[in-house]
């Protein structure tokens, strides 16, 4: 079963609104998760790397304060798009790292499809 | 520069037969590496995952192998089938959380 759940799966919006997306670890502790987005036919882009407890680190040319990032507890996260816009459509993806000498894995959530109108 | 780069970007194959990708790693330190698969509109998949002592793993009809000298990965997949058609992304992993995507193989099956 999945160990990384991501919800919504879709969502569709009005332009100016502001979405909430979020990325829970089932079974396991992560220090650690990831935020991509995809567009159609294109490889997974990081967004930013999420640590409990601290601010996320965003990539260059990712907006801190356009892409929101909370990650409050050990198994949930949350990517907040605010004040959507259509050129921000697009799969977003989250990802959680369970470390461990012999397990170490990183698992991906299944994804969520927005579309901002 | 840590970069990941994987041929072909696609692939069409008949139904039953192999196929091989490729993927090739310029990440150092080097951890381990590993292999996902990603059905169109879904969230990728592992498949395997080699550290850097591994040269091969399989996982069904999947068999992943590892050149830690060449730096060189692939995957072979025996016998295709129609639900193998998905996007294959390579990941490698220095020390630490972090990772380095491939952009893909499109691999699509068809009868």
């Known amino acids: 079963g999945a160990v990384v759940s991501q919800h919504p799966s879709r969502v569709i919006c009005k332009s100016g609104t502001s979405v909430k997306i979020e990325c829970r670890s089932l079974?396991?502790?992560?220090?650690?998760m990831f935020w991509y987005r995809q567009f159609p036919k294109q490889s997974l882009m990081l967004m930013a790397t999420?640590?409990?407890?601290?601010?996320?680190?965003?990539e260059q040319g990712v907006e801190k304060d356009k892409f929101l990032i909370n990650h409050a507890s050990l198994t949930l996260s949350t990517l907040t798009v605010t004040s959507a816009h259509p050129e921000d459509s697009s799969f977003y993806i989250c990802?959680?790292?369970?470390?461990?000498?012999?397990?170490?894995?990183?698992?991906f959530g299944s994804g969520t499809q927005l579309s901002v109108l | 520069k840590n970069q990941v780069e994987q041929s072909p970007q696609s692939l069409i194959i008949l139904e039953g037969k192999n196929c091989t990708l490729q993927?090739?790693?310029?990440?150092?330190?080097?951890?381990?590496l590993r292999w996902y698969k990603q059905d169109t509109g879904r969230g990728p998949v592992s498949l395997t995952i080699m550290t850097f002592s591994e040269n091969t793993k399989s996982n069904g009809r999947y068999t992943a192998t590892l050149d830690a000298d060449t730096k060189q990965s692939s995957l072979h997949i025996t016998a295709s089938q129609l639900s193998d058609s998905a996007s294959y992304i390579c990941v490698a992993s220095p020390t630490g959380n972090q990772f380095y995507f491939g952009t893909g193989t499109s691999l699509t099956v068809i009868p």
């Open positions: 999420s640590n409990e407890g601290s601010k996320a680190t965003y």
């Open positions: 993927c090739n790693y310029t990440v150092s330190p080097f951890s381990n």
């Open positions: 990802s959680a790292f369970r470390q461990g000498a012999t397990n170490e894995k990183l698992f």
């Open positions: 079974d396991f502790q992560a220090t650690t």
